[in-house]
């Protein structure tokens, strides 16, 4: 199983003072981060591929920022080069939700994964995403 997550931030308003950072955990996709307020909660089914995915958002939005993370399930864990052509949709449906453009990527690891960071920009407004597959925990024996 691969979990796509991407951790996106829309940055404006610099030199805004700082409501106090919340730390965070959302167990139905899997991570903890710490946003400048506490994030709210959107899900929405995409069909990428013709396959129906749940997509769950979580979104902080402040005067000065506007910070989310974005998780998906796959069923399927993709394998060799099809991890980097996952990334790459992952970015690209990221810069059309948007309604901008990629306007650089790097590939990248995290946690001994493969990953993609791009900038997606469009007419005033821009933002960083990176997209990285979440791999399941080991099973364990009891």
Same mark, same amino acid.
């Given at each position: ?16 003072? &700082? ?12 991570? =903890? ?8 909660? #959107? $899900? &929405? ?37 099809? $991890? ?6 992952? $970015? ?11 306007? #650089? ?16 920009? &469009?007419?005033?407004?821009?933002? =960083?995403? &990176? ?12």
């Amino acid at each position: 199983m691969l979990a796509l997550a991407l951790a996106v931030g829309l940055l404006g308003g610099c030199g805004r003072a &700082r409501p106090a950072a919340v730390a965070f955990s959302a167990k139905d996709a899997d991570f =903890r981060a710490v946003f400048p307020v506490k994030p709210d909660r #959107s $899900i &929405r089914t995409a069909t990428p591929s013709g396959a129906s995915v749940d997509v769950i958002t979580y979104r902080a939005l402040t005067n000065g920022e506007d910070i989310g993370v974005v998780f998906t399930h796959s069923a399927t864990a993709p394998a060799g080069s099809d $991890i980097q052509k996952a990334l790459d949709a992952a $970015i690209d449906a990221e810069a059309v939700d948007f309604s901008g453009s990629v306007s #650089s990527r790097v590939t990248a690891t995290v946690g001994g994964h493969p990953a993609e960071d791009a900038v997606i920009s &469009r007419s005033g407004a821009s933002f =960083r995403s &990176r997209a990285f597959p979440r791999t399941p925990p080991a099973p364990r024996t009891l």
